[in-house]
């Protein structure tokens, strides 16, 4: 779809609602947005949003207060997400030492369209212990949630409170294991009275050339 032209005051009021949501991680109050402007009344704020809302950049709930959001076509307005994107949500370490560092989206990554859907998320890779599968430190993951153990695939797994990518074995005793693409790397044993989840299974691999 087409995107709709923003007029000056529709521009300048979106502006506000994205700068106060960057700075205070919640929707500004209608008040709050009619003392910036210095509107008499809400009646003006009200027709603001209405016009924000038909034309695809704000989403909101009129029965509760805050409950303003920025669509996509927001986020990709500001520059904020690319059109074919999926969200960073941090960073996972392919080496000893696993480190769990996402579960909220920092920025938006440009990935080929044919993989994007809903669910999927991208990590940034730190360490160099899955080369042989082609991963690279720095390199990107595109993460997909799982509902069954991908046995054999490469996946984002939590142990222990840490995160890792490895590849995801399963012994013919039922024990798993997290096995690295690097023989520089041992594996890790995953016992029965470790914390243990796959986070999802790993569907792309996005190189980061930088």
């Known amino acids: 779809m087409e995107r709709q032209t923003l007029y000056k005051k529709e521009r300048a009021t979106l502006e506000f609602i994205k700068d106060y949501m960057y700075k205070h991680h919640i929707a500004p109050s209608l008040e709050e947005i009619r003392e910036f402007f210095d509107k008499k009344s809400l009646a003006t704020v009200h027709k603001s949003l209405g016009q ?25 307005y500001f520059g904020l ?9 941090g ?20 990935v080929p369209g044919s ?24 390199d990107f993951v ?10 054999n695939h490469i996946v984002v797994a939590q142990l222990n409170g840490d995160a890792y990518v490895k590849r995801l074995i399963r012994r013919s005793s ?9 023989p520089d790397y041992d594996d890790i044993f995953v016992k029965e009275e470790d914390e243990f989840a796959v986070e999802g299974k790993v569907v792309q691999v996005i190189r980061n050339y930088a």
Not at 93 to 103: E, I, L, M, S, T
Not at 174 to 182: C, K, P
């Open 174 to 182: 039922g024990q798993m294991i997290l096995r690295s693409e690097n």
């Open 81 to 89: 997400k690319p059109m074919n994107s999926l969200p960073l949500m």
């Open 91 to 110: 960073m996972v370490k392919a080496g000893p030492g696993g480190v769990q560092n996402f579960g909220e989206v920092k920025e938006y990554i440009e």
């Open 142 to 151: 595109v993460v997909e949630k799982v509902q069954e153990l991908p046995i």
């Open 52 to 76: 924000l809302e038909t034309k695809g950049y704000i989403q909101r709930n009129k029965n509760h207060n805050r409950s303003i959001t920025l669509t996509e076509q927001a986020m990709e």
């Open 115 to 138: 993989i994007i859907q809903d669910g999927r998320y991208v990590l940034k890779v730190q360490g160099d212990s899955m080369i042989d599968a082609f991963i690279n430190e720095d």
